[in-house]
């Protein structure tokens, strides 16, 4: 199971959108994938998920769970303020140790309203995932201006489809 993590916990997020958009490449070549949106959070999580409250939180635990059953993943990752949104780094630290993506293969798609398509976003990312042992598929594609290159939940920028589908191929031989 590929799970698709959209990296952010904002209602009717662009990164939802491209989280179902990349579902149905999956769901085209008969792969089980399933979407894991931050926005599903319980939203007092920061004070009963981390720290001395690391597993006592079940709803966040759910989705911890979800990624520990996962064999792979994919983060579809907002840019917010050159870098990742806060809520997707505290996600991430609420896990308990050890890290339940340790050894696990993952891949990122960043997208931004800007001009680099979350470049730094996937690079600090990549950072984070990289000290926590997780396998970070190479491919990465960046969706610039991704306010101007989605309609209706569709994305209308072919390159963008392309690039997400060349990312499929090698997630899939990863």
Known sequence: MITIIAGTNRPNSNARVIS?????????RNID???????????DFTNTALYDNCGQDEGF?????????????????????????????TFIDGFPYPNVLRNKKTALVGISTGTQGGALAISHFTDILNYLGVHVLAVKPRLMFIHKNLHQ??????????????QIDSLLNF
């Open 153 to 166: 939940g569709k994305l209308t920028n072919t390159l963008y489809q392309d690039l997400l589908n060349e």
């Open 20 to 28: 179902e958009i990349y579902a149905g490449l999956l769901k085209e």
């Open 61 to 89: 635990n759910q989705l911890v769970s979800i990624i520990e059953q996962s064999e792979k993943a994919v983060f579809i990752i907002p840019e917010y303020n050159n870098s990742i949104p806060g809520v997707l780094k």
């Open 33 to 43: 994938c399933q979407i894991l949106d931050l926005v599903d959070l319980p939203n």
